[in-house]
């Protein structure tokens, strides 16, 4: 309060929260991004682990205003030894070869990680973002929300409150 300013109506103040809704926000976006990855890899294919081990993620600051972005992606670059890279394997094992049921045939070790639950095969990145897509969705409005309280999302740049 300014010095020597006395009143009898309460003061009140302008706060800015954009920033604390973007913390919230990431974060929901870094849990989320965690999940994924993670049930990509338990729909991946197995062999020798290699493209479990190339579904990674990556946060970065993305155009003019920086925001906040997170990729979820197969690092088609990771060597698989012998001048090869996980790049073939990846999208054959991803994409099959349509009109043939997938394109291919589980292998043992992919069989048994899936252990009859019929969840390792193709798609297994698009499958394990179209799972978590709409509980992240509520996820980041339920965090904004909360974080805006009872102004609502109306209210993302800043909020007015009486604090005497």
């Not at 990674?56 to 670059?77: A, M, P, Q, W």
């Amino acid at each position: 309060m300014a010095s020597g300013v006395y009143t009898t109506t309460g003061i009140f103040r302008l706060e800015q929260i954009g920033e604390k809704v973007v913390k919230g926000v990431s974060d929901v976006m870094q849990d989320y991004a965690e999940k994924i990855v993670e049930r990509a890899r338990e729909y991946a294919p197995i062999d020798k682990g290699n493209l479990e081990r190339a579904i990674k993620k990556s946060t970065n600051k993305f155009g003019l205003n920086r925001r906040n972005t997170i990729d979820i992606y197969v690092d088609e670059t990771m060597s698989v030894g012998k001048g090869k890279t996980i790049r073939d394997y990846a999208r054959y094992m991803h994409e099959g070869i349509p009109g043939i049921q997938g394109g291919y045939k589980l292998g043992k070790k992919s069989l048994e990680k899936d252990a009859g639950r019929g969840i390792v095969g193709r798609k297994y990145l698009t499958r394990a973002l179209n799972d978590y897509k709409q509980d992240y969705l509520s996820a980041v409005r339920s965090r904004a929300d909360r974080v805006l309280g009872p102004h609502g999302r109306n209210s993302t740049i800043g909020q007015l409150r009486r604090i005497a």
